[in-house]
């Protein structure tokens, strides 16, 4: 954690706040707190784009979109230098809620990229642009979700956000994660001075039916608090099956089964997430 500080300074692009939901392990429900935490502001009326910068296209298909038939696509705003943000945004159905697209093109970016000049600030410049004109559509939060991977990629979003939620699960590999994770941001701002700050750490996928998970929420909790601070939303997303039947009809939990568990979870969660950004502003 040596060079970096979780709590370090941000900085907003006209009052817009860029969130990366980011994390180096995969299956922690990094897509699904993303989704549900743009649906769950844009319905309290707040103007929100769902960026997805993870060739899996997870959070493209979570709105029903077909990442093959979309033409705007997130690896362009990387490849171009003259590819404008406002291109890259779609409407998602939803009201207040607009997408920025991704697909398995966006893997191409990786790999030529790599002797670009600037590489890993393309998308902090597309968005500073897009801030800076007066004909564009305003944003009060912009979520982005980042692949399981510490590419090329994720950089450029860390790069670019404000702010950063790492959703874990119980699990004690989950702070081996983390560990990663700070250590690539801890390189980035010896190297390339990002702003990005820690929000919290989501823990998700807990279940609450085995003893075991409970032991190690309590441990991982307390490891938290000794190495990073006060950086645990208070709120734990639980197992639901409901979850991964929503996503089949693609529309948030939020949206579709209001009574669920993990629906009330997930609005917990953005209260706590609109307070964080409050205090950190």
Known sequence: MEGYSLAEAGYSYGGMRVTAFANEKGGVAKT?????????????????????????????LAFGLDPDAVEAQSHMLLLDPRYPLERSIIESGIANLDV????????????????????????????????????????DYVMVDCSPSL?????????????????????????????????????????LDPRVKTLGILVTMFDRSTALDGVIYKL???????????????????????????????????????????????EAVTDEFIERLARSS
């Open 220 to 266: 991982l909790a307390e490891k938290i608090e000794q190495e990073y601070g006060d950086f645990l939303f208070h709120t734990v997303i639980g197992k639901n099956v409901a979850v991964s039947e929503t996503e089949a009809s693609a529309r948030p939990i939020v949206l579709l089964d209001r009574s669920a568990s993990a629906a009330k979870a997930y």
């Open 32 to 60: 699904t707190s993303c989704v549900n935490l743009s649906a769950a502001l844009a319905e309290r009326g707040h103007s929100v784009l769902c960026m997805d910068m993870d060739p899996q296209a997870n959070a493209t």
């Open 100 to 139: 920025v697209p991704s697909s398995s093109n966006l893997n191409m970016c990786n790999k030529t990229l790599v002797a670009e000049v600037g590489r890993e600030v393309r998308l902090r410049n597309k968005l500073i642009e897009y801030a800076r004109s007066v004909f564009t559509k305003r944003y």
């Open 151 to 191: 590419d090329l990629v994720t950089v450029n979003v860390l790069m670019a956000a404000t702010d950063m939620v790492v959703p874990v699960q119980a699990k004690f590999y989950s702070l081996q994660g983390m560990s990663l994770l700070a250590e690539t941001v801890a390189s980035l701002y010896e190297q």
